[in-house]
């Protein structure tokens, strides 16, 4: 979601930090209380803990920890006792390592020289934890694996020099996913539009796609047509692939202005979910298998300055057959309505209008929010109505979800990294 720090005052800017499915041998390994990757456990915003909080303690919540962080719009992933997120600082990209109980810096690695935009400087993609080491994605291109126990580099690529591409016109975003033993990133290259790299060696497997942009999307592996695919969002389509060996199955065009196709695909029912902002719109869409071919169909659709729900650099949550999303109006203006409507039709069901800019994760029946304003909000998750249950002042100007473990919930900006208790206590 991927996440931060940016905004703007000219049409067209659209970053994606910003974005049920995910990779699933990394899945089924990770233990309740953690967040391994970007958009959470199953990369779609959805933890399974409870025992959160129901209503707002009288003194806001309870800050564990907060200490020094940096420049960048990077996630945090939390696991094995360890919130890594990456920062940039000192004229570097580092990967840090804090212990998530108490905040106190266990390791930093450089993993790249200082990456300057003019729409915001520093890394951009959420690093993913899995098997024991870190996968990262710097704002200029280049992929890195790191143990994470001390933080040693265990291999680095620049992708896009490898494979003949350009850094994105707002910064490389995309946050590594785990399939077994690859991981996988977005580059956008003439070479190949995806990649994937051995874990544990760096060793290329296979590239797929060429021509289209990176946009600014995270790939994400779901069940469609009764077979596990790589569904990766680029700037000018919709692509699923085989992800054992990167062989393409199918493509569905969907030109979004400036490239900004930025949500994680999202698995409904067995469909695929996909939505962009500059007043582009919604769509849920069928995959079919017919006789080796597959064939897309339309289930609905939303589109233009009418659409229910233009998600600009957010991943809408779904819960019980509904999907909640910030639904922003016009090319990434200053308006976004919060917005909740039936995933299976389009239907708008309510919506809380110039609720303003936001990111979201879901846990024990709530939405829990961060605000582009910095603060820290928490609604009902219901479709009956809009009840926020509270909100306070937490950070500075951020765009990056909150990410949440063990009932801590992890948020940042531009200079610090916050920790606040949600357990009911």
């Not at 974005?19 to 089924?28: K, Q, R």
């Not at 389009?346 to 609720?355: D, I, K, L, N, P």
Request: glycine content about 14%.
């Amino acid at each position: 979601m991927t996440n931060a720090g940016l905004w703007r005052g000219i049409p067209g800017l659209c970053l994606a930090l910003l974005l049920c499915s995910s990779a699933d041998a990394l899945l089924a390994a990770e233990p309740a209380g953690s967040w391994p990757q970007f958009l959470g456990p199953t990369r779609n915003g959805i933890s399974s803990e409870t025992g959160l909080i129901d209503s707002w303690p009288a003194g806001g919540l309870k800050q564990a920890w907060r200490v020094k962080g940096g420049v960048g719009m990077s996630g945090i992933a939390v696991a094995d006792g360890k919130a890594i997120t990456m920062v940039q600082r000192d004229g570097r990209q580092l990967v840090i390592a804090l212990d998530a109980g108490n905040g106190k810096l266990l390791w930093q690695t450089a993993v790249g020289a200082a990456f300057q935009n003019p729409m915001g400087h520093g890394p951009r993609a959420t690093p993913t934890i899995a098997a024991g080491l870190v996968h990262v994605f710097t704002g200029d291109g280049h992929t890195a694996t790191l143990a994470l126990a001390d933080g040693t580099l265990q291999w680095q690529h620049d992708s896009l020099k490898g494979l003949g591409g350009r850094v994105a016109d707002y910064g490389m975003v995309c946050s590594p996913l785990v399939d077994g033993n690859n991981v996988i990133v977005t580059v956008g290259a003439q070479a190949g539009t995806v990649v994937a790299y051995d874990t544990k060696t760096g060793k290329p497997q296979w590239s797929s796609g060429q021509g289209d942009s990176a946009g600014y999307s995270s790939p994400v592996v779901i069940k469609l047509a009764g077979k596990r695919q790589l569904v990766t969002f680029n700037g000018q389509a919709l692509i699923g692939t085989d992800p054992a060996n990167g062989n393409l199955l199918w493509r569905y065009e969907y030109k979004t202005d400036y490239d900004c196709n930025i949500m994680t695909p999202l698995s409904v029912k067995g469909q695929v979910f996909i939505s962009a902002g500059e007043n582009h719109g919604s769509t849920l869409l069928s995959v079919v298998e017919e006789n080796g071919k597959y064939q897309l169909k339309e289930t609905w659709e939303s589109l233009g300055v009418q659409s229910v729900l233009r998600c600009e650099w957010q991943t809408p949550i779904q819960l019980g057959g509904y999907l909640y999303g910030f639904d922003n109006v016009g090319g990434a203006g200053p308006i976004s309505h919060l917005t909740c409507i039936e995933a299976a039709t389009g239907r708008r069901v309510w919506q809380q209008t110039r609720f303003g800019k936001g990111n979201m994760i879901a846990a024990d029946g709530k939405l829990i929010m961060t605000t582009l304003k910095g603060e820290l909000v928490i609604v009902k998750a219901s479709h009956q109505g809009f009840e926020e249950l509270g909100r306070q002042q937490a950070l500075d100007r951020t765009r990056q979800a909150p990410s949440l473990a063990g009932g801590l919930l992890y948020v940042r900006d531009d200079q610090e990294i916050a920790c606040f208790d949600l357990r009911k206590q």
